[in-house]
């Protein structure tokens, strides 16, 4: 919602918001002292976000971060009398970024709910650091008092910002800052491979992503956040409190993000105002003393039982319901008509693009190498005692399109898996363009010009069509690591080419901006083929492109993939024979996990042994094709 | 400064401590094991066990009595809440099944707050288990002693539930493959409600035997929450024998590293655990690839 609006739209409403806050606020009767207290957290909230909401990674350490950019910034403030606050606050910062590095090598070597207990233990090991092997420097329970306050020269005058309003300008500055680059991160190419992470991480590193190296950024991108608002909180208060490196802490700040909404950037601000304006209520007016958070415990509660994205999702979610009611006619153009005209003008594209490929070539080089583009040799490979595949031989010209038959368990999909490198093999070899790429990861394959598309769709459910031919074309066009975290997609050269001309050959184009969830299944079965060819490859392994499919969309798709097959190797694995044959320059059937026989479509029907893996021990001439159809 | 019987009593501590702590870790994994989920609450559940076997014991002044009242109404609060809340959140993601269990800890520690107020309670131990004993070189708490007899004895009885009773079998297989126990007939769904009531139940009675070593407050989960994550990422998710092993390691890091300096305690915990993730990341008796 928020990328389809103007640029610059929703910073110009944040800064007209934050300049309304102290012209409004007061009237109400809030304390200015809440409104900073909001801020502070909204800002530590914002780095949170881009770790949970936009990555998927839920940190419950976050408070060993917020604690060292505070701790460094009120050191240098007190004890160490350095006089500059703003430069004490970026140095806190910076501080907090490297440690957030050093704590991500270790956190990030597990994921999911590992990630969350390791991320747990490591904050309580900076808490009981602070009060005890550095308490000297910490003050231990005591806490950094007497944090000064920043002030501007201006050349003609000082302004001092002191407490309460007067601080106001200085915190919300800093939360302006902070959403801008925000902002800016989450619409970069970086954002971008950010969700496609927390949408389906093994895809995300099989279209040539370095996840690792990315979830390493998002962390330490927290962890910058992180600092600056535990700087910014001992300026807030004076103190630097060794509350600040509690579980509390940690916690308070999920809670705040999952009410307001993750995702959003504004959730853990708008959770911060609910969290902390309640306690007020509840503590004072009500009267109710401590029960508050029980009180707040329950609402949490209920509020992840029943709103799932938070106050801000919940919105949304509201906004587009009576948009729908609305308007209950649905544009149906959007619907997946495969009309005449837009079959033809899908392949008038794919032509075109069929024969701009060449030209237009990346560092994918297809046609330049002739001979084998793929060779492995004595491919084996054993799960414990079970034999998957046994001394496979397996060459593949540049050009060709080869098809793999086999019964089910015959080996086939591991064949795959160890060719892209998803799993290593027992023993054996892989030659890709005549390098060895036995033992490489998933990532530099891809990377090289080997992808395959699933088996089993691998998409990136909750975002649209086109994102997710843009996450596939950017690691093809940025490389498998880049930071370029201030630039926008729009801006990378190559990539709306790419994208709209992979989604014409896949005839998905009238569906671009539709989420993934709400596709047909044949559609996220082009898709899927889409996403392995957006990154271009030199070499495309479908892994049964047709399996599930209607018998028209079957015949659809079998057009796609011949038009798919100009200019490139492809191998193919499918079940359904009449089609493989129609399509394969040359089959090769696995059986028990060895190659059984390899030949032209018309050697293979005809072949003796193929109709006894198939049909089992019936001798004699059997029309295969009938048998099988 | 550091003698001999120091050491060893340091030692028994560890066990104790190491005992307590394999309970509750194997609480935690058969849970997160067989049903997908990490229970957050699972200190607050160790600390609502305290509690209740303390409420037990002002009305009956009965140790066992508050040691079966404790376990008890854990096993109803684990029923209860798998019935009530945790069975929605099997579909969804686990980050929302984090955040769930982790709205539920902080409800039940500021329950218990409220009611009983932030001010330690305390159960005396048992008059069997009073007074020190004499070890021949030294002495040492009688009940610190016991503890360690209590909970192995409890290990050994969800060991035995585990891997002798029909149940165990279907509780081990759902741990590798719930879908496939699913489909074979076998009803999950209610296999689940029971596995959550055991792991509550395993909280809860860690919760009362530990009442009487170390005084009560509501916020007497927390810190072994943590520890009993760092058990489960040295010994393996979803194994046993690791949470027994990890517990083990985890409660003699603490208490040898505390006779020294106990603010290192947390450092030395941590220092392993990462040793632990570099050398082995699935856990020492950790199969690959259970996430």
Request: glycine share 10%; hydrophobic share 50%.
């Given at each position: 919602m928020m990328r389809t609006q103007r640029p610059g739209r929703v910073e110009l409403l944040t800064a007209i918001g934050l300049v309304l806050v102290p012209l409004i606020l007061p009237y109400l009767g809030s304390a200015p002292n809440t409104v900073n207290r909001i801020l502070v957290w909204g800002l530590f909230g914002i780095g949170f976000d881009i770790l949970f909401g936009y990555t998927g990674l839920l940190s419950f350490g976050q408070s060993a971060l917020y604690g060292t950019g505070g701790f460094v910034a009120a050191y240098l403030l007190t004890r160490a009398?350095?006089?500059?606050?703003?430069?004490?606050?970026?140095?806190?910062?910076?501080?907090?970024?490297?440690?957030?590095?050093?704590?991500?090598?270790?956190?990030?070597?597990?994921?999911?709910?590992?990630?969350?207990?390791?991320?747990?233990?490591?904050?309580?090991?900076?808490?009981?650091?602070?009060?005890?092997?550095?308490?000297?420097?910490?003050?231990?329970?005591n806490g950094l008092p007497g944090v000064p306050t920043p002030s501007l020269y201006l050349g003609f005058t000082t302004i001092h910002f002191t407490s309460g309003w007067s601080l106001y300008p200085f915190l919300a500055a800093c939360y302006f800052i902070g959403i801008v680059v925000a902002l800016r991160i989450v619409r970069s190419p970086v954002g971008a491979i950010f969700r496609a992470i927390r949408e389906n991480p093994l895809r995300a590193a099989a279209v040539g992503h370095n996840i690792h190296a990315y979830k390493l950024a998002a962390f330490v991108i927290a962890a910058a956040y992180a600092g600056l608002a535990g700087g910014l909180l001992g300026v807030l208060q004076a103190f630097m409190p060794p509350e600040a490196f509690t579980f509390d802490t940690s916690g308070q700040l999920v809670i705040q993000t999952a009410i307001g909404g993750r995702g959003t950037l504004f959730g853990p601000l708008l959770g911060a105002a609910v969290w902390l304006f309640l306690q007020d209520f509840l503590q004072a007016t009500l009267g109710l003393g401590a029960a508050w958070k029980l009180v707040l415990g329950l609402v949490f509660v209920l509020l992840v039982v029943f709103l799932r994205h938070g106050i801000i999702g919940g919105f949304v979610d509201l906004y587009r319901f009576v948009k729908r009611r609305k308007a209950p006619v649905e544009p149906r153009e959007a619907a997946p008509s495969p009309g005449v005209a837009d079959e033809q003008a899908a392949h008038a594209v794919a032509a075109k693009t069929a024969h701009a490929q060449p030209a237009?070539?990346?560092?994918?080089?297809?046609?330049?190498?002739?001979?084998?583009?793929?060779?492995?040799?004595?491919?084996?490979?054993?799960?414990?005692?079970?034999?998957?595949?046994?001394d496979i031989d397996f060459t593949v010209n540049a050009g060709e399109l080869r098809g793999i038959i086999g019964p089910n368990g015959a080996g086939k999909s591991t064949f795959f898996k160890m060719l892209t490198c998803?799993?290593?093999?027992?023993?054996?070899?892989?030659?890709?363009?005549?390098?060895?790429?036995?033992?490489?990861?998933?990532?530099?394959?891809?990377?090289?010009?080997?992808?395959?598309?699933?088996?089993?769709?691998?998409?990136?459910?909750?975002?649209?069509?086109?994102?997710?031919?843009?996450?596939?074309?950017l690691a093809e066009l940025r490389g498998k690591f880049k930071l370029d975290m201030l630039g926008s997609v729009a801006s990378i050269p190559g990539l709306d080419e790419q994208v709209s001309s992979t989604l014409a050959l896949v005839n998905l184009t009238r569906r671009r901006d539709t989420p993934v969830s709400e596709l047909a299944y044949g559609e996220k079965?082009?898709?899927?083929?889409?996403?392995?060819?957006?990154?271009?490859?030199?070499?495309?392994?479908?892994?049964?492109?047709?399996?599930?499919?209607s018998p028209v969309e079957r015949g659809e798709t079998v057009k796609l993939l011949k038009s798919i097959a100009q200019g490139r190797t492809m191998i193919i694995i499918d079940h359904d024979m009449d089609a493989l044959f129609e399509l394969a320059e040359r089959v090769t059937v696995l059986q028990e996990g060895r190659v059984l026989v390899e030949g032209t479509p018309d050697e293979i029907k005809r072949n003796a042994k193929v109709q006894e893996a198939y049909l089992g021990g019936v001798h004699g001439v059997i029309d295969v094709d009938e048998a099988l159809a | 400064m550091i003698s001999w019987s120091n050491f060893v009593s340091q030692l028994f501590n560890g066990l104790a401590l190491g005992a307590l702590l394999a309970l509750i870790s194997s609480g935690l994994t058969i849970i997160y094991g067989t049903l997908g989920v990490l229970n957050l609450a699972h200190g607050a559940m160790f600390m609502l066990g305290g509690y209740a076997g303390y409420v037990a014991y002002e009305a009956s002044g009965s140790f066992i009595v508050a040691v079966i009242a404790g376990t008890?109404?854990?096993?109803?609060?684990?029923?209860?809440?798998?019935?009530?809340?945790?069975?929605?959140?099997?579909?969804?993601?686990?980050?929302?099944q984090l955040l769930v269990t982790f709205g539920l800890a902080i409800v039940y520690v500021e329950g218990v707050r409220f009611i009983f107020s932030s001010l330690s309670k305390t159960v005396p131990p048992p008059p069997l288990f009073t007074g020190i004993t004499s070890l021949g070189f030294m002495v040492y708490p009688t009940y610190r002693l016991a503890v360690v007899g209590i909970v192995a004895v409890a290990l050994l009885a969800l060991f035995l539930v585990l891997y002798r009773t029909r149940l165990g079998m279907i509780v081990r297989a759902g741990i590798e493959d719930s879908v496939m126990v699913d489909s074979l007939g076998i009803n999950v769904d209610r296999v689940f409600m029971v596995v959550f009531g055991i792991g509550a139940m395993a909280a809860g009675f860690a919760g009362i035997v530990n009442a009487p070593v170390v005084s009560l407050t509501p916020d007497v989960g927390e810190a072994i929450l943590v520890q009993t994550f760092v058990v489960v990422v040295i010994g393996g998710v979803g194994s046993f024998t690791g949470a027994v092993l990890g517990g083990l390691i985890a409660g003699e890091i603490i208490s040898i590293t505390s006779m020294f300096n106990p603010g290192y305690a947390y450092v030395m915990l941590f220092a392993a655990m990462t040793l632990v993730l570099l050398v082995r990341p699935q856990g020492l008796l950790g199969t690959r690839g259970r996430e």
């Open positions: 009398g350095f006089p500059y606050v703003w430069l004490a606050l970026i140095i806190g910062m910076v501080a907090a970024a490297v440690v957030g590095y050093l704590v991500g090598l270790i956190a990030l070597r597990r994921t999911g709910i590992y990630f969350a207990m390791i991320t747990v233990a490591i904050a309580e090991v900076f808490y009981f650091v602070e009060f005890n092997p550095l308490s000297e420097w910490t003050g231990g329970e237009r070539r990346l560092h994918h080089a297809a046609s330049d190498y002739t001979g084998p583009i793929l060779q492995a040799t004595g491919l084996t490979k054993h799960y414990g005692g079970v034999i998957a595949n046994a998803e799993v290593p093999p027992t023993s054996g070899k892989i030659v890709f363009e005549g390098r060895d790429i036995t033992g490489m990861s998933v990532t530099d394959v891809c990377q090289l010009g080997l992808t395959k598309s699933y088996q089993v769709n691998q998409l990136f459910n909750r975002l649209t069509v086109r994102e997710n031919v843009v996450i596939a074309a079965r082009r898709l899927e083929v889409g996403l392995a060819l957006a990154s271009s490859p030199a070499l495309l392994l479908l892994d049964e492109p047709l399996a599930g499919m | 008890l109404f854990l096993g109803i609060v684990g029923v209860l809440m798998e019935r009530v809340v945790i069975r929605h959140f099997y579909s969804r993601p686990h980050e929302d």
